[in-house]
Nanobody
């Protein structure tokens, strides 16, 4: 069982930056692929970024490619999402998730249904 807790959300002006953190409990965190997703009001949850267990393989949605960076520190049981050049369209609740089905795999997934554990989410609001 893995518990995930996101932090770092808030209100920022367009063009600004935020770094989200996701702290995980459990000794198996370092073996899981991790992902960030977001959900805006009235919209479906959408993929943002994913990272494999080692941190060497990353994958981004086209909407954030070149602006966001996902990373992880397995010694600290934490995954990060650095978001730059934020836009009002980035406003959403951001969730981190753990993919237990890809332990020690270099593959990652953009499908929410592939992820087994989810955090409670952190609100990101970008003002114009």
């Amino acid at each position: 069982q893995v518990q995930l807790v996101e932090s770092g959300g808030g209100l920022v002006q367009a063009g600004g930056s935020l770094r989200l953190s996701c702290a995980a409990s459990g000794r198996t965190f370092s073996s899981y692929a991790m992902g960030w997703f977001r959900q805006a009001p009235g919209k479906e949850r959408e993929f943002v970024a994913a990272i494999d267990w080692s941190g060497r393989s990353t994958y981004y949605a086209d909407s954030v490619k070149g602006r966001d960076t996902i990373s992880r520190d397995n010694a600290k049981n934490t995954v990060y999402l650095q978001m730059n050049s934020l836009k009002p369209d980035d406003t959403a609740v951001y969730y981190c998730a753990a993919d237990a089905g890809r332990r020690y795999s270099s593959r990652t997934s953009h499908r929410p249904t592939d992820y087994d554990y989810w955090g409670q989410g952190t609100q990101v609001t970008v003002s114009s």
